[in-house]
T-cell receptor, first 113, second 110 residues
């Protein structure tokens, strides 16, 4: 059974650019959550999607956005990149009963220079 | 007050000892609790879940939950160097919103 797939694994972008990250959940998982992980702040919740609808959103500026497609694949976009956006971006998927916990992808390491 | 709080550590224990990791949470209505292990450079992996007050054992790991005190803990018995990692406490604050603590870094010394 394939796990959660995130692409790309690594990205280097320049301040002011925008970036799109992709996440394919485990087959049958319809919920996808996105987190930002930095050494100082730990895992910070960005947003969660279920059946193409954003159900929850964390405390991030509007530069951070996402969407989910009908096949449950999800993308997140960060516009007007800032140096502080450098982080590991993790996607997690969960089964219809989320109390079983999340499965994380390997993450996308974004570096903004 | 942070939603999920953990001692950041680092926590160092000798091989074979018991490692005790603690976590408190603020939302009294939370129903599901998880422990994740994250090795350096890797993504978090789920190691334990607990939903009811009391203890839940899985091999060398025991999760403990006290909802009245809003407290979750993880005990690792017979700690091994391979257990050296950051341990993340996670709380499901509603059916689709999981919040994480900052993590406790554990080092098991041979």
């Amino acid at each position: 059974k394939a796990g959660v797939t995130q692409t790309p694994r690594y990205l280097i972008k320049t301040r002011g650019q925008q970036v799109t990250l992709s996440c394919s959940p485990i087959s049958g998982h319809r919920s996808v959550s996105w987190y930002q992980q930095t050494p100082g702040q730990g895992l910070q919740f960005l947003f969660e999607y279920f059946s193409e609808t954003q159900r929850n959103k964390g405390n991030f500026p509007g530069r951070f956005s996402g969407r989910q497609f009908s096949n449950s694949r999800s993308e997140m976009n960060v516009s007007t990149l800032e140096l502080g956006d450098s982080a590991l971006y993790l996607c997690a998927s969960s089964p219809p009963l989320p109390n079983y916990g999340y499965t994380f992808g390997s993450g996308t390491r974004l570096t903004v220079v | 007050q942070k939603e999920v709080e953990q001692n950041s550590g680092p926590l160092s224990v000798p091989e074979g000892a018991i490692a005790s990791l603690n976590c408190t949470y603020s939302d009294r209505g939370s129903q599901s609790f998880f422990w994740y292990r994250q090795y350096s450079g890797k993504s978090p992996e789920l190691i334990m879940s607990i939903y009811s007050n009391g203890d839940k054992e899985d091999g060398r790991f025991t999760a403990q939950l006290n909802k009245a005190s809003q407290y979750v803990s993880l005990l690792i018995r017979d700690s091994q160097p391979s257990d050296s990692a950051t341990y993340l406490c996670a709380v499901m604050v509603n059916n689709n919103d999981m919040r994480f603590g900052a993590g406790t870094r554990l080092t098991v010394k041979p």
